[in-house]
């Protein structure tokens, strides 16, 4: 009879967990319809028992190896990894090559945050669920987080709510966005500065929300309506706005200085050198009060949707810039740490997560951005994947 043959699983994390060594292979495939936990405890013996099979190996053999211990308990601790995901057979080995052959290009911790949080449990949409759900946040997590952040001893620039008009068709405005990296140099006016941050920001209604508290209702959708996210803004060249780093007080309708002394040099350094940050009039960062999603929803998977909530707030920046005259862009390349500094964040209860930023921009002879060009002539052969041999359709 053919002995199994197993290797150790190339997608497994190991980590400490409540005082326990704890081991889980990301990639096994979790229930959608029962809570199940991929992760095991696990000692120094089955850790060794696992450098045992980098290569295909039998149980048998691992048992022969490890003659210090009864062969039926070596050939039991296999067959227990096995079961848990940590090992795997030959026909489970064609997933995990397929799978690190996609993801070849992306390290360890995207394919772990992706895969690891798949196939959560959700409890339901209905009414009473939701009331349900409400009622066992408020009993497990008491006083939800407050909505607004505020920094009360800052000096203000309190921004006019006399906001241009958003009269340009949404088909205009759509097809007209574009990423601009080239601007005029010409100050920015207030209005547009303000009626930028009010669209993106601001609330547009508070309700109640029962055991959940007050919330907010943006222009751009969010998770539970937690919006967690916040704006900071660099004023470089805005009119009537003296430079520095201020928060965005969305209550308020207001700028707190934070930092009088931020200009294009810091901006250049914390954006990697960024030949597009640099030249804006002004530049949004977007942190996340994880608190405010963290109350509500206790799953890991909730990031994502956090994620999920910067891009929507940075489409609402873009559009609303575009419909105000302004050349925008948005970006995800900064120094964690340094900007997380200079916001005056811990990176823990408060991090950065994305920016985006405006100017008044320079437009070529077609009216797309400097630099940019429409294609001319094209091969289609270039541009579309052939339908792959062998593939199902429906």
């Known amino acids: 009879m ?3 043959e197993f290797r150790r699983a190339q997608t497994l994390m190991i980590y400490w967990h409540d005082g326990e060594l704890t081991a889980e292979n990301y990639l096994e495939s979790r229930s ?3 809570e199940t936990d991929n992760a095991v405890a696990v000692d120094a013996q089955a850790v060794a028992l696992l450098e045992h099979f980098t290569d295909w190996s039998t149980a048998e053999k691992a048992a022969a190896r490890l003659g210090e211990y009864d062969t039926e308990s070596v ?3 296999v067959r227990a990894l096995a079961g848990a995901g940590l090992l795997i057979d030959r026909a489970g080995a064609g997933r995990e090559e397929r799978f690190l052959e996609a993801w070849s290009d992306w390290g360890e911790e995207a394919r772990f945050f992706h895969f690891g949080t798949r196939n959560t449990i959700y409890t339901g949409d209905s009414l009473e669920q939701r009331r349900s759900d409400a009622r066992w946040v408020r009993e497990t997590g008491g006083t939800p987080p407050a909505i ?3 920094y009360p001893d800052a000096p203000r620039v309190y921004l006019p709510r006399a906001f241009l008009p958003l009269t340009d068709s949404f088909g205009q405005v759509l097809t007209r966005r574009r990423t601009h990296r080239v601007f005029t140099g010409r100050p920015v006016s207030l209005p547009q500065l303000s009626t930028a941050l009010f669209y993106t920001f601001a609330p547009m209604q508070l309700y109640d929300a029962g ?6 209702l943006r222009t751009s959708p969010c998770g ?4 967690e996210l916040e704006g900071y803004v660099a004023v470089l060249d805005v009119q009537d706005v003296p430079p520095g780093l201020y928060h965005y007080n969305a209550e308020a309708h207001a700028l707190e200085l934070i930092d009088a002394g ?3 040099e810091r901006l250049h350094r914390l954006t990697y050198e960024s030949e597009m940050c640099t ?3 002004f530049v949004c960062f977007v942190s996340a009060v994880f608190e405010r999603t963290m109350y509500k929803y206790r799953h890991s998977r909730a990031l994502r949707v956090t994620l999920l909530s910067a891009g929507h707030l940075g489409q609402t920046f873009v559009l609303t810039s575009t419909a105000v005259g302004l050349g925008a862009w948005q970006s995800a390349a900064f120094r964690d740490e340094e900007l997380d500094e200079a916001l005056g964040l811990d990176g823990f209860s408060e991090g950065a997560l994305y920016m985006f930023g405006a100017g008044l921009p320079v437009l070529g002879e077609t009216g797309m951005p400097e630099g940019i060009t429409r294609a001319g002539l094209t091969d289609p052969r270039q541009l579309v994947a052939p339908h792959p041999a062998g593939s199902r359709t429906r």
């Open 224 to 227: 539970g309506a937690r919006h």
């Open 32 to 34: 959608t319809d029962e």
């Open 279 to 281: 030249p804006s009039a």
């Open 262 to 264: 931020f200009d294009r």
């Open 75 to 77: 050939l039991e601790a």
């Open 211 to 216: 055991d959940l508290g007050t919330l907010m």
């Open 2 to 4: 053919t002995q199994t």
């Open 148 to 150: 607004f952040k505020s």
